[in-house]
């Protein structure tokens, strides 16, 4: 796969190219998107919080760290059952390697976070085993449209992040229902990737809502509302708004797909300034296939940053090249950016490097 | 009085030229901060609403109005009891003669307005007859600097409007706090300034708060705390945080000298970057002295847009020359970006007829 400092074009390699080019030297604003949804809190669904309930902990945790270096919400910072810490480690390091700024955006949130953050009208997310998981989604979607619209204004590009556990259950719930092959193709924050038990809650809301595969297809705001999570109408809505003026990189994992084919169905045209950026963990995972997914919505790239934890000095950080966290708070789309501002001058050892510093802090590791 | 293209330099000449040529020819965000106070319902203290409940509107609505062109919680715009109508449209006018990018900050409202806008922690504001106006000051100040770090990094400088019903009175609250002599000197939106019920009104708040003028001459906290309104933290935090990095222009009337002393009290090394934006009818009200407010705090420039209405074909727009309403919403200092942004090339009659044309689309006139 061709690379470009520590950038891996990952997916349609010579719009990947093109991309980076464009974002070389140049000044992004990252938007982190954050929501909760119940549907974190089926048992095995998601790695995000050691009890179902501190699922609502990590969003507002992760944009706390994001802004200030540390969480105020919770004590430390969010961890996997096995103590794994959350991908905005990577994130912080990364943004405040590049002094790039960070602007926070609620979809819809059970516990707020402690910082200033962009309300854009949504409520926290339902279980979508009801087939009633969102509110307001095509009233969430015009507010951060016109928010993407002026903040495209203040940067030369968009990075726009996530946090919201559970996030890959709801993205093949809209996937599904919008008739885009995902099942067995979604990340998972686990090595174990619960595949079945996902199939199996999406179907139980597809039939909840009266709702088959596929035939939401052209109803994206249906299939967000039936099927989705909070924060799909406030990154959508972001995207639409931005890449109308400025190219915009779509920082996460498979749950970008979920997005990305609601952006393509209501607005197909501002596809040619988006991106995915992700980290390699995504790119080079076998129990998930996002070119796979990306490839039955639209022709947009994908680049992967080649971040390596494998030489880590802490086993918390080690525990990524086995297949844990992978990506999440925007960490792909993040270290990409923090390396294209400085065409490259930020390396993944850098990377590593400061990351380990802040794990230090973070953790109380030596 | 000198000026510049439109814009008068009212007060420090030379450090005024000196800012407006900093501004020339850059790239600016306008941030609106907005929030409500129970003052503002105190009979005969505002004009920014019909009727006192109706004051809980007028931010949210003038929110909406420089997002969207057009107000959602209320029908038509906000008007005086006279039907004058809110100097939203000016900034809104302004602003979007020059593409500049707005984001709106909650300080604490009652009323939420139906767009996007940055939530930064607090509640809306009780009557300062109470002695206790403001919650969580301390905490508001801290994240709105958060955001004021960030905006600064997306912006060449920030231009810092307001929405708040009621604000000269708690200026008038706040500045007495801390010893500085504003009585009779706070501008008014209505031509007859009641100051007499003003200065009333914060007697009876200083009383409540067992203080006496000046006794926070250094506890700015605590004078907004007891005095003052939800907007101030915002405001003064976004200040903090923003012009230790870029120049930021604080666009309103007199209510500016109370954020202005609290700054200069909690970090008056950040003031070589701030100065006022107001415009022609606050320059030279004879019922208010925003310069003799102003000397008493900080050595800071005063920049005035001279928008001129008194050639309007429009009424509601002419009665601005009678002292109705003067200055509000970032009015001045919109007008002032707008024209520096361009060299010029903004004049106050292209602004005029703008203002006009969207008075006759919002108020249904001809």
Chains 1, 2 share one sequence.
Not at 6 to 19: C, G, P, R
Request: charged share 20%.
């Amino acid at each position: 796969m061709k690379r470009i400092y520590d950038v891996l074009l990952a997916h349609n390699e010579l719009k990947a190219q093109a991309f980076l080019e464009e974002m070389e030297g140049k000044n992004p604003l990252f938007v982190c998107t954050i929501a909760t949804t119940e549907t974190a809190k089926i048992s095995g669904i998601s790695a995000a919080g050691k009890y179902p309930e501190f699922t609502d902990y990590t969003p507002p945790a992760d944009a706390e760290l994001l802004l200030l270096g540390k969480c105020k919400c919770i004590n430390g910072v969010p961890v996997t059952p096995e103590g794994i810490p959350t991908p905005a480690l990577i994130s912080m390091s990364a943004l405040r390697l590049a002094n790039i700024p960070v602007l926070v955006a609620s979809g819809g949130l059970r516990v707020k976070p402690q910082i200033p953050f962009l309300d854009l009208g949504g409520n926290p997310g339902r279980d979508i085993r009801t087939g009633n998981a969102v509110d307001n989604v095509e009233e969430v979607i015009q507010r951060a449209a016109l928010a993407g619209e002026n903040l495209a204004k203040t940067a030369d590009y968009l990075v726009i992040g996530e946090s919201i556990p559970g996030g890959t259950t709801t993205a093949l719930g809209v996937l599904s229902a919008m008739g885009i092959k995902a099942e067995g193709k979604v990340s998972s924050s686990m090595p174990e990737n619960p595949h079945g038990l996902k199939a199996e809650t999406v179907r139980a809301g597809l039939s909840a809502a009266g709702e088959s595969f596929g035939s939401l297809a052209v109803n994206p705001i249906r299939a967000i509302s039936c099927l989705g999570d909070p924060m799909m109408p406030a990154f959508a809505g972001l995207v639409i708004g931005a890449a109308a003026e400025v190219p915009v990189l779509m920082a996460g994992g498979t749950q970008m797909t979920a997005v990305l084919a609601v952006v393509e169905a209501l607005n197909p045209d501002v596809l040619c300034n988006v991106a995915i950026g992700t980290t390699r963990w995504v790119g080079s995972d076998t129990s998930s296939d996002i070119k796979g997914i990306v490839s039955q919505i639209a022709n947009v790239p994908i680049l992967a940053a080649d971040i390596d934890f494998s030489a880590s000095r802490f086993d918390g950080l080690k525990a990524y090249e086995r297949g844990v966290v992978k990506e999440g708070v925007g960490a792909g789309g993040a270290a990409i950016a923090a390396m294209a501002k400085v065409g490259g001058a930020v390396t993944k050892d850098m990377l590593l490097k400061e990351i380990e510093r802040n794990y230090a802090i973070l953790m109380g590791a030596k």
